[in-house]
């Protein structure tokens, strides 16, 4: 004999209805693979330039270049965070990390590039604008 107490399981996330629209998610693969491509043609055969000019027009070209690519692939709904770092490779070991608070949909992007000579980090971040 079961009886009932009138509690019910909490519905999950996964089944609940959202009174908000769906949003859009951004394309992440399509960037990155743009990313890299962009990224080898650019740099593959630069050499390491102590002309700081010369280096931020390179910095300028290719950040410039991923985000107008990032507004092709979702022309609204997302605000969007390019960031570009040059250095002379001089052998040297680094690492990085990143840590976020991330609705659904919201993206970040990041591809590495080195040859003999230099190596450059682009990092991309498309982040939901509000409704």
């Known amino acids: 004999m079961s009886t009932s107490y009138g509690f019910r399981s909490p519905i999950s996330r996964s089944e609940a209805t959202s009174p908000h629209p769906v949003r859009p998610s951004f394309d992440t693969e399509l960037l990155r693979a743009y990313m890299k491509k962009l990224l080898q043609t650019t740099l593959q055969h ?3 330039s102590s002309d700081r000019e010369q280096v931020k027009s390179w910095m300028k070209d290719i950040k410039e270049r991923v985000k107008d ?3 092709e692939i979702q022309p609204s709904g997302f605000k969007y965070i390019v960031l570009v770092q040059i250095n002379e490779n ?7 990390d990143m840590i976020s608070h991330w609705e659904d949909g919201d993206a970040c ?3 590495l590039f080195y040859n003999d000579s230099i190596i450059c980090t682009c990092i991309a971040l498309a982040v939901r604008s509000s409704p």
Not at 90 to 96: E, I, S, T, V, Y
Request: net charge positive; glycine share 12%; proline share 0%.
């Open 69 to 71: 690519r990032m507004i």
């Open 109 to 111: 992007v990041h591809e």
């Open 90 to 96: 001089l052998n040297q070991g680094g690492r990085a």
């Open 46 to 48: 630069t050499i390491w």
